[in-house]
Each structure stands twice: as C-alpha cells, then as structure tokens.
C-alpha cells in the first residue's frame, strides 16, 4: 500500500478521488508490482492537453478525472434489448460488466476462452512500453481487472459470430481483450459496448492473427450520450493472413477509437470501415494507423460519418510504408456529411513512404447533402424529409453491408432507428 501512497500524492488534487480507488483497486492485485509500474507511466505522461496536436479538438476540459471511481467489483443491470438480440444470434458469448468477466460461456471445440491477471502485449513488446506516450493505454494496462482472451485453434473455422458483450454501470471501466487466431483459422468476433451513463470507459483490445488466418471483427458502440469512450485497437497480421474490421460509434460525449493494422508478413491485408453519427454536442475522434512492415501487403480504409446539431468529427489517419515493403498497395478515403450549419467535421489524412515501389492513395471529403440528388428524389414525389433520410440511409448502407448476414439486419434496423432521431434536424 505504501507505493500507491506515493502514487497518490503526486498527482493533483483534482484526481484525488481517482487515484485513491485506483490505489484501492491496485493493492489487491495478484501483479499489483506490475500495475505500480503502469501506474507510474500513467502519471509520467499525464493527462493529455490540447496542446498536444493528437488531442487538439478534443473536449478536454469537460473531462474531470476525479469525477469517476474505479471499481472494486461489477455492478450487475440487465441486459438490453438489443444486447439480448445480439446475443442469440452468437454462437458464443462472453460478458464483460465494468472491465470484469463475469462469463466466459459455452465454449466449443477450438475455442477457448480464459481471463489473464497479469498484464501483457501480444505483440511481443513489453505492454508498457509498447504503449508509452498513450495515457489511456497505460491506464487501462494498470486498472484492467484482467484480460479476456479468445483463441482459436490452428485450422478451426467458427461457423457463428463469437459476441463479446461490454457493459458499464459503474463510473470507470478498462475492459481489455485478446484474441489469438491460430495458423489457417477463421472466426467472426463482434465487440459490443453499451450502458456507461456519466461514465469512462477505457477499452484495450489486440488482435494476432496468424499465417493464412482470417479474422472479421465488428465493434459496435451505443454507450451513454454522457460517455467519455477512449479506445485502442491493434491487429498484428502474419503471413497472407486477413482482417477485416468495422468499426461503429454512435454513443458517448466524447467517442475517440484509434484503430491500429501492422502488416507483419507478406501477403497481408486489412480492411478497416469506421462509421459515427454525432448529434448534440458528441465529439467522434477516428484515428487509424496502417501500418505495412512487410511486402506485397494490403490495406483499404473507408470511414464515413455524419455530424448533425452542434455536434463535431475529426477523423486524422497515417498509412505507414516501411523501407522493404514493396509491392505494397494502401488506399485511405474519408467521407463527412454535415447535416445541419453548426456541425463541425475536420480530416486529416497523412502518408509516410519509405519504400519507392508502393501503390498508395488517399482522399478526403466534407460537404453537405448533395443538392442534385435531393432534387432528383423530390421530383419523383418524394417528400424533403424522406428524401434526406433516405440518402443518409444509402450513406451508410455501404458500411453495413460488409457485416456477416447474422448480423446485417439486426445492425441495421439499429442504425434507422438511431438515424430516426434526426428528424427534428431535417425537418
């Protein structure tokens, strides 16, 4: 306890109520030493400022650290609907109440399910050091309860999605998960995160797939409009190995997912959609980071978002070419719809090439409704207001239709109804 003291003292005392539970929880720990250790980077970088330029547009004073508590055990709430629908449809589900697993489920030939207390990266660097500099990953590496890791067996192909279940009813959660495809595998693995009313939640999750592995990985995000939602996603891709990944925030105050890709061997390839909708005052912070280490690699981006109200997007993305990596092709593209003349949306696309025989590609849009298209539907007798929900609705469709057919629909209808909402600003 006496290092958490110290821990304690140093930081100030508007986070005193913060890190005296962070302490609380710490202590209690099978690897407290470690989480010390984490803590202490935690205070080391500090909490970001706007001066920072990767959390210059982030609403950083509206975020009082010692507002939340972390929590010493789960608090139990019902499912909702939508978690029970999805739930059915998986062929696996784990849950996750306030970073803590609280099921690991039925699980089949091939899959395997089990909770680590101690802290680790999958990507064979120390998990501190891996993530120095990122101060929500550190934290989340000293205050995870422990980390849910899926595997699946080399050649096991998982015929229904495995549903990882997040929900957060206290006021500080760091759930953080793993998942290791073996050599030759296949699964569909959806990341579901709902609940967190004047919450922090902190996700973590890594991703190693192997050579010749295949995995599709949805995370779904409807938290609380009073959410403050930082996440980190990385997939480390061997040899010809596949990922393709969607992406969706809909909730929270301030929603920012940085969502990683190294391309470790040859052959490799990503596909990453990310997909918001702002309303209010939401900020949406999109960061992506494709990363091709090895040569003939592939990547594709495709974000696409709207902010309507007084709501705000920033989407800022990095294609990152090493010297070696030839033959390697990576394309970049980010759409915004500004559907109302207060909502705010800024793009920043970035290139970093060290190897000469690439093909590479970027491009970057932000505009309103097009006025063409809206005429034309008008024409044909359709109302104003239906005309730009059904082009809102044909904006996103192209995100939704690279989910699996398990899933498609109960997505959709989820996203109408959240996109029903607007009426009152199409009107």
């Given at each position: 306890?006496?290092?958490?003291?110290?821990?304690?003292?140093?930081?100030?005392?508007?986070?005193?109520?913060?890190?005296?539970?962070?302490?609380?929880?710490?202590?209690?720990?099978p690897?407290?030493?470690?989480?010390?250790?984490?803590?202490?980077?935690?205070?080391?970088?500090g909490l970001?400022t706007?001066?920072?330029?990767?959390?210059?547009?982030?609403?950083l004073?509206?975020?009082?650290?010692?507002?939340?508590r972390?929590?010493?055990a789960?608090?139990?709430?019902?499912?909702?609907?939508?978690?029970?629908?999805?739930?059915?449809?998986?062929?696996?589900?784990?849950?996750?109440?306030?970073?803590?697993?609280?099921?690991?489920?039925?699980?089949?030939?091939?899959?395997?399910?089990?909770?680590?207390?101690?802290?680790g990266s999958?990507?064979?660097?120390?998990?501190?050091?891996?993530?120095?500099?990122?101060t929500?990953?550190?934290?989340?590496?000293?205050?995870?309860?422990?980390?849910?890791?899926?595997r699946?067996a080399?050649?096991?192909?998982?015929?229904?999605?495995?549903?990882?279940?997040?929900?957060?009813?206290c006021s500080?959660?760091?759930?953080?998960?793993?998942?290791?495809?073996?050599?030759?595998?296949?699964?569909?693995?959806?990341?579901?995160?709902?609940?967190?009313?004047?919450?922090?939640?902190?996700?973590l999750?890594?991703?190693?797939?192997?050579?010749?592995?295949?995995?599709?990985?949805?995370?779904?995000?409807?938290?609380?409009?009073?959410?403050?939602?930082?996440?980190?996603?990385?997939?480390?891709?061997?040899?010809?190995?596949?990922?393709r990944?969607?992406?969706?925030?809909?909730?929270?105050?301030?929603?920012?997912?940085?969502?990683?890709?190294?391309?470790?061997?040859?052959?490799?390839?990503?596909?990453?959609?990310?997909?918001f909708?702002?309303?209010?005052?939401?900020?949406?912070?999109?960061?992506?980071?494709?990363f091709?280490?090895?040569?003939?690699?592939?990547?594709?981006?495709?974000?696409?978002?709207?902010?309507?109200?007084?709501?705000?997007?920033?989407?800022?993305?990095?294609?990152?070419?090493?010297?070696?990596?030839?033959?390697?092709?990576?394309?970049?593209?980010?759409?915004?719809?500004l559907?109302?003349?207060?909502?705010?949306?800024?793009?920043?696309?970035?290139?970093?090439?060290?190897?000469?025989?690439?093909?590479?590609?970027?491009?970057?849009?932000?505009?309103?409704?097009?006025?063409?298209?809206?005429?034309?539907?008008?024409?044909?007798?359709?109302?104003?207001?239906?005309?730009?929900?059904l082009?809102?609705?044909?904006?996103?469709?192209?995100?939704?239709?690279?989910?699996p057919t398990?899933?498609?629909?109960?997505?959709?209808?989820?996203?109408?109804?959240?996109?029903?909402?607007?009426?009152r600003?199409?009107?």
């Open positions: 306890m006496l290092g958490c003291a110290r821990y304690t003292a140093m930081v100030p005392k508007t986070m005193k109520l913060f890190a005296d539970s962070a302490s609380s929880f710490i202590v209690n720990q690897d407290a030493m470690e989480r010390r250790r984490a803590w202490s980077a935690f205070e080391s970088v970001p706007t001066a920072d330029e990767v959390w210059r547009y982030a609403p004073r509206d975020l009082d650290l010692d507002s939340y972390v929590p010493d789960p608090a139990t709430a019902p499912d909702t609907h939508f978690a029970t629908m999805l739930a059915s449809r998986a062929g696996l589900v784990v849950r996750v109440v306030d970073g803590f697993c609280v099921s690991t489920g039925a699980p089949f030939d091939g899959v395997e399910v089990e909770l680590i207390e101690t802290i999958i990507s064979g660097v120390d998990f501190i050091d891996h993530y120095a500099g990122d929500f990953a550190v934290l989340n590496g000293a205050l995870s309860p422990s980390t849910t890791v899926i699946v080399p050649g096991v192909v998982v015929d229904r999605p495995i549903v990882v279940v997040n929900s957060s009813n500080a959660s760091f759930p953080r998960t793993q998942i290791v495809m073996g050599r030759g595998s296949s699964a569909t693995v959806v990341e579901y995160f709902e609940g967190g009313d004047q919450a922090l939640v902190v996700p999750s890594e991703y190693a797939i192997g050579d010749a592995a295949s995995l599709q990985l949805i995370t779904y995000q409807r938290l609380s409009p009073s959410a403050w939602h930082v996440a980190r996603t990385t997939g480390f891709l061997g040899r010809d190995a596949r990922m990944q969607a992406v969706i925030g809909f909730g929270g105050h301030y929603n920012r997912s940085r969502n990683d890709a190294e391309m470790l061997g040859s052959g490799a390839e990503n596909e990453l959609r990310t997909t909708l702002g309303s209010g005052d939401q900020v949406h912070d999109f960061r992506t980071h494709q091709h280490k090895a040569a003939r690699t592939r990547s594709t981006l495709l974000s696409k978002g709207a902010v309507a109200d007084q709501s705000r997007s920033v989407y800022t993305g990095l294609i990152e070419i090493e010297k070696g990596a030839k033959r390697t092709d990576a394309r970049q593209t980010n759409h915004n719809l559907l109302s003349p207060a909502a705010h949306a800024d793009s920043v696309p970035n290139l970093d090439i060290r190897e000469n025989d690439v093909v590479c590609a970027h491009a970057s849009s932000v505009g309103p409704l097009d006025e063409m298209q809206r005429w034309y539907l008008e024409s044909r007798g359709v109302t104003r207001n239906d005309a730009e929900r082009m809102i609705q044909g904006f996103f469709y192209e995100m939704l239709t690279s989910l398990e899933l498609a629909g109960l997505v959709e209808s989820d996203v109408t109804s959240v996109l029903s909402t607007l009426e600003v199409l009107s």
